[in-house]
T-cell receptor, first 112, second 113 residues
Framework: ETGVTQSPTHLIKTRGQQVTLRCSSQ?????VSWYQQALGQGPQFIFQ???????GRGNFPPRFSGLQFPNYSSELNVNALELDDSALYLC???????????FGEGSRLTVL | DQQVKQNSPSLSVQEGRISILNCDYT??????FLWYKKYPAEGPTFLIS?????DKNEDGRFTVFLNKSAKHLSLHIVPSQPGDSAVYFC????????????FGTGTRLTIIP
């Protein structure tokens, strides 16, 4: 139990649509990261938010965007969905001085 | 460009024996290494980590070894238990705690009763 809650757990969209995925935690964390895990791959870093500002971005196009709110909850938005966006999307919070990431259970997105 | 590599997609080990999972990396700026375990339909769970200033870190049945000169790390699980059956990911980051993690592609470990 990591205390990281993601919603929805599963969803199906069609190509061209937009999706919003959400992440919250039982306690506040300044830093939240989002990762994409495609089938058969390891998680890939999308971006990180620190105190409501984007603080690092991986190799993902601008149609992937995010928000972090004052209560430290976070959203990942993906516009103009493509078939290759089908993946498990993971929210992660940093804990401890060495910054280990603790992940939520993920939101599995299927794009048809 | 796969900076963290797990060359064995799968591994089967008899219950009670030692499981050894391997990981290689290419980026010499990596300074901190982590292992995560993942069950189906769950997010990755942090297992154990090691800093580049150490060559070994132990936590119960889990031990991670780091060979910086070879850019190689390994996770030893002994004794292996059926509940250890999962996908194991190796991950690495730079010096600072807020840096992104770079993951390998994972090794599926199956413990045979």
């Amino acid at each position: 139990e990591t205390g990281v809650t993601q919603s929805p757990t599963h969803l199906i969209k069609t190509r061209g649509q937009q999706v919003t995925l959400r992440c919250s935690s039982q306690s506040g964390h300044n830093t939240v990261s989002w990762y994409q895990q495609a089938l058969g791959q390891g998680p890939q870093f999308i971006f990180q938010y620190y105190r409501e500002e984007e603080n690092g971005r991986g190799n993902f196009p601008p149609r992937f965007s995010g928000l972090q709110f004052p209560n430290y909850s976070s959203e990942l938005n993906v516009n103009a969905l493509e078939l290759d966006d089908s993946a498990l999307y993971l929210c992660a919070l940093q804990r401890g001085p060495t910054g280990e990431l603790f992940f939520g259970e993920g939101s599995r997105l299927t794009v048809l | 460009d796969q900076q963290v590599k797990q060359n064995s997609p799968s591994l089967s080990v008899q219950e009670g024996r030692i499981s050894i999972l391997n990981c290689d990396y290419t980026n010499s700026m990596f300074d901190y290494f982590l292992w995560y375990k993942k069950y189906p339909a769950e997010g990755p769970t942090f297992l154990i980590s090691i800093s580049s200033i150490k060559d070994k870190n132990e936590d119960g049945r889990f031990t991670v070894f780091l060979n910086k000169s070879a850019k190689h790390l390994s996770l030893h699980i002994v004794p292996s238990q059926p509940g250890d059956s999962a996908v194991y990911f190796c991950a690495a980051r730079g010096r600072f705690g807020n840096e992104k993690l770079t993951f390998g592609t994972g090794t599926r470990l199956t413990i045979i009763p």
